[in-house]
């Protein structure tokens, strides 16, 4: 006897657009469309059955459910009540509800302590496209009424990040907060350095406020420091400023030299042909003593692997996996792949072989967490070769780092792959290392397409 047919739910009957248009609606807010959703599927077996098959939910809605769920265990119904529960959870903004993102700006911004205020600004800012107009509002201002002079240092930095979050008002006086810091240079310096990162959402008056603010610091370390730090705005600056750091990031300490290389590896276009040949000399010949400096430049240099010539970016891989110290050559080699799609699948196929080859989990962890943004220029079988490494790390930090550098690359992974990393990430421990890696599986995700 056949069983009698079943008969279509509510949301069956509704035209796919709108039905569609339901699910964009719910799925406007990771944790509150991963509570609707779930709350909607207990209504019935049929809607259960329907959202389990709904094709335009095997991607974002997929990963994050398990994600929301897991940062769910970092809170109670009391709230936050010290710096400890906000620094675990702070970065998982995006899969906590907006009243607790709330509660956590509430709690961060009302200590009494500055360096406690400060620290609590900086974690909230890693997540701070996910948070309202208003905890925005009160993040920076509390950053900019901050007293202690290197506590405010530190949170300007830490909001810079978040800069284009901001209106232009806000970004004009974080800018006029670092430059008049009076009474502690080292932390002027370091609130300089650290807008470095800021620079493609500021005003072309604030961009040169800053280079000129910095070639104005009389203690030649300071301003050695500072210069350092504006070099990551490379690609955003204008010809002259380009010039101006590049000059004199060449006759840097060899520390911040490495620092200086690494920004001005992203803006590579922006240079001249003479200079990229400088840079690449520098970097890849004897402008290194320490073997650690010149493995962060090489990283650093690969971000601009689109701007060399194909001998150079040979030269380049074949220095990354020349270092003999396994930890540089490690971050050497993680920097690589920003530069995949510039280079031979050969080549390519040489530098993941080397990685897979290391040893010592935490130096394969932090080469193949380098991976994750050249994740589109890899074979299917090579995808999942490194999901399953992730996975199998046993010590948790190392595991938290290959999955969260992997996470990078979940758009380019196929639905075995991404469930692999969230069920890694899942397992384990919670604390540090598993927040580290579900935010970043959860800030990968926001970039899937549902429909």
Same mark, same amino acid.
């Given at each position: ?7 279509? &739910? ?75 529960? =906000? ?11 907006p009243s607790r993102r709330k509660a956590l700006v509430d709690r961060a911004i009302s200590f009494a302590n500055d ?30 009424? =901050? ?114 290389? &690494? ?8 240079? &001249? ?35 060399? *010539? ?53 130096? *394969?962890?932090?080469? =193949? ?56 990430? =899942? ?25």
């Open positions: 006897m056949n069983p009698a047919p079943r008969s279509p &739910t509510i949301f069956e009957r509704l035209p796919r657009s709108l039905w569609h248009a339901v699910l964009g609606h719910l799925l406007s807010d990771a944790p509150g469309a991963v509570r609707d959703l779930n709350a909607l599927g207990q209504t019935s077996p049929g809607i259960r059955r329907q959202l389990d098959e709904e094709p335009c939910l095997r991607s974002k809605y997929r990963v994050l459910s398990p994600l929301v769920s897991a940062a769910a265990h970092y809170f109670d119904d009391t709230g936050p009540t010290n710096i400890a529960q =906000i620094v675990s959870p702070g970065p998982m903004l995006g899969l906590i509800l360096g406690v205020k400060s620290r609590a600004i900086v974690v909230l800012s890693t997540g701070i496209k996910h948070l309202d107009h208003a905890d925005r509002s009160a993040l920076c201002t509390a950053a900019l009424g =901050i007293v202690d002079e290197s506590s405010k240092a530190d949170a300007i930095v830490g909001l810079a990040a978040g800069m284009g979050f901001f209106s232009e008002t806000q970004r004009e006086q974080l800018v006029a907060a670092a430059i008049g810091i009076e009474d502690d240079p080292y932390s002027r310096a370091c609130a300089i350095a650290g807008l470095g990162s800021a620079m493609a959402d500021l005003t072309e008056h604030d961009r040169t406020t800053l280079v000129n603010a910095a070639f104005s610091i009389n203690n030649e370390h300071l301003r050695s420091l500072a210069v350092a730090g504006l070099c990551r705005g490379t690609p955003h600056l204008n010809v002259q400023h380009c010039d101006r750091l590049f000059n004199a990031a060449l006759g840097l300490p060899e520390f911040l030299k490495s620092r200086a290389a &690494t920004g001005l590896g992203a803006g590579l276009g922006k240079l &001249t042909e003479v200079q990229r040949d400088s840079l690449f000399e520098v970097v890849t010949g004897a402008g290194f003593e320490v073997s650690l400096h010149k493995a962060h430049a090489t990283a650093g240099l690969a971000a601009g692997m689109a701007h060399l *010539r194909r001998p150079q970016r040979e030269t380049l891989v074949a220095t990354a996996l020349a270092f003999a110290n396994g930890h540089d050559r490690a971050l050497a080699v993680a920097g690589l792949g920003a530069g995949f799609a510039h280079v031979d699948e050969t080549l390519v196929s040489q530098v993941v072989a080397a990685a897979l080859d290391i040893n010592v989990d935490r130096q *394969r962890a932090l080469a =193949i967490a380098g991976f994750g943004i050249g994740m589109a220029h890899l074979s299917e079988n090579v995808r999942s070769e490194l999901v399953a490494v992730a996975a199998s790390i046993p010590d948790a930090s190392s595991k938290a780092i290959a999955i969260a550098g992997l996470g990078a690359g979940v758009k380019h992974m196929n639905e075995p792959q991404r469930g692999g990393l969230v069920t890694a990430a =899942i397992g384990i421990q919670a604390g540090p290392d598993q927040a580290r890696a579900i935010c970043a599986l959860a800030a990968a995700a926001e970039l899937l397409d549902d429909f």
